[in-house]
């Protein structure tokens, strides 16, 4: 933990298959490490291809002093439609949950009730579609699935594929606040704010940032980004 509070970071893996089409995962690792963050939300950290390993191994993660969130399926994969999520410290998990998303693409959302130093909180991970019209029908599944829930402050995380300024998101997520979007995506040259933080009133980011420190330039197609998150 940061000392002004967690350190959330969101980051597309791509199945640890770099730019120089190199599977490394020892690269991707090295890249989140670096981040400094005490939650990992994670895109694409399974392969392609029943029954969907996880790319990024479990034995690496763990020896790295991470915790794993329970959201893989059998046969080793690492979350739920490829979204993961890791937590390290003071940080304990008391619920998780997949979430199903409407679309033509298979896709997925999890939930994690984390116990963390600055009191309880809510993270959700997602993945939305290339399509815009899905991308809205995913959002308002999410937000279906909370509704009923005891409330929480609540993060969502993810590559959301907005290539705009994410009005519509906006429009969307009406209980929360998107910061400031900042290009994460493609890695080399980024102009495209895909990846994304959003966060409900009670929460404020003190800091945000997309990691650009090498290897991350190469490790992904995606840049990692991240906020240092506290209550108001």
Not at 9 to 29: E, F, H, I, M, W
Not at 46 to 69: N, S, Y
Not at 98 to 115: F, K, M, N, S
Not at 193 to 206: F, N, V
């Amino acid at each position: 933990m940061k000392a002004s509070g967690l350190r959330i970071a969101t980051y597309n893996l791509q199945k640890c298959v770099g730019l120089d089409l190199r599977r490394r995962p020892d690269r991707s690792l090295n890249v989140l490490n670096a981040l400094g963050a005490d939650i990992a939300v994670l895109q694409e950290a399974d392969k392609r291809l029943p029954p969907r390993p996880a790319a990024l191994p479990h034995d690496m993660i763990e020896e790295d002093g991470w915790t794993i969130l329970p959201f893989g399926a059998p046969g080793g994969s690492l979350g739920w439609h490829g979204n993961a999520m890791l937590i390290r410290g003071d940080i304990t998990s008391s619920t998780t949950a997949h979430i199903d998303l409407p679309g033509l693409e298979p896709r997925g959302a999890v939930r994690a009730d984390l116990q963390t130093p600055i009191g309880p909180l809510r993270v959700v991970g997602l993945h939305l579609g290339l399509v815009r019209r899905y991308r809205l029908l995913q959002v308002a599944a999410v937000c279906r699935a909370l509704q009923d829930l005891p409330m929480l402050p609540t993060v969502f995380a993810g590559d959301f594929n907005e290539w705009g300024k994410g009005l519509a998101l906006d429009a969307a997520i009406k209980h929360l606040q998107f910061l400031p979007a900042r290009p994460s995506f493609p890695a080399l040259r980024p102009v495209a704010p895909l990846d994304r933080i959003a966060l409900s009133p009670d929460l404020l980011a003190q800091q945000t940032g997309v990691h650009t420190r090498q290897p991350a330039h190469i490790a992904s197609d995606h840049l990692p980004v991240w906020a240092d998150v506290t209550l108001k």
